[in-house]
């Protein structure tokens, strides 16, 4: 019997990585840099590191995180680390400044505060293996997690949120920003996901013929859903508990100043 349900976890953990995409290539560039008035600098960065199955990520003071699973067993930091100040010159010594840590498991970026019309932000894409635990913190910026199992974690102030084709256990929140969730396969591969929002929506792309257990909870909105629900408690309450296909693991998602939408992908 323990064999059984050693072979079933392991079909169960094969069927998910199969839904993920292996994702090689490079997006982040510095084009369409310098939104600030001011002088400005930009350059891309890029180092590998073993990978240790665990991984944290603070992008700093202003900047957001891709953080995106492939099948090389490495990790790949790419850092777009953009400057400005009073003169061309001021930006290149302020970048010049800036240093981004990506040893131990850590992903970080650090430098000079920012003084007489000059600052700094840094924007991470990142490369990881498929089978990975994941924290990442943000402010002024977004997250986007993409195609990784284990337990992942993420704190967002100002920025959206994108988690695509996850696998694990999955919490975090954000102020000011939406959600959009992306399932993939037949149910939840692992144990839940429990994702909260502060002044922005929440939107949740499924399947057909998807199988889940879902709560909702909105102050200032409304669910739609493009899916029949076996809702339970009234239809216009705020709080809704209720399940797609034959239900499943969790997904718990909060908002407030927001509606949740579950649609068809």
């Not at 199992?149 to 100002?158: C, M, V």
């Not at 709080?239 to 239900?247: C, E, K, L, M, P």
Request: glycine fraction near 12%; hydrophobic fraction near 35%.
């Amino acid at each position: 019997m323990k064999t059984l349900r050693v072979v079933a976890s392991l079909a169960l953990a094969a069927a998910a990585f199969g839904q993920m995409q292996d994702n090689q290539e490079k997006q982040m560039t510095c084009r369409n840099n310098g939104s600030n008035d001011r002088p400005g600098y930009c350059e891309i960065r890029e180092q590998s590191v073993a990978a240790v199955g665990v991984l944290n990520v603070d992008a700093g003071p202003n900047g957001g995180a891709t953080v995106n699973g492939w099948s090389r067993n490495e990790v790949l930091v790419r850092a777009r680390v953009e400057s400005w100040g009073n003169s061309d010159t001021d930006a290149r010594v302020m970048a010049s400044q800036v240093y981004i840590d990506a040893s131990g498991g850590h992903v970080q970026a650090s430098g000079p505060a920012s003084l007489n019309n000059t600052g700094w932000s840094v924007s991470f894409e990142i490369f990881v293996p498929q089978a990975t635990s994941l924290t990442a913190k943000t402010v002024n910026g977004g997250i986007t997690i993409s195609d990784i199992r284990g337990n992942l974690s993420f704190e967002a102030t100002n920025g959206g949120i994108h988690l695509n084709r996850l696998a694990g256990e999955v919490t975090g929140s954000t102020v000011n920003g939406g959600v959009n969730i992306e399932l993939a396969g037949a149910t939840w591969d692992g144990t839940r996901v429990q994702v909260a929002t502060r002044n922005g929506s929440v939107n949740i792309s499924i399947p057909r013929n998807y199988s889940a257990h879902f709560q909702t909870e909105t102050v200032n909105g409304s669910l739609k859903s493009e899916f029949p629900i076996n809702q339970q408690g009234e239809a216009r309450s705020r709080n809704q508990d209720f399940s797609v296909g034959a239900g499943g693991p969790l997904i718990h998602v909060t908002t407030t100043n927001g509606g949740v939408k579950l649609k068809r992908a």
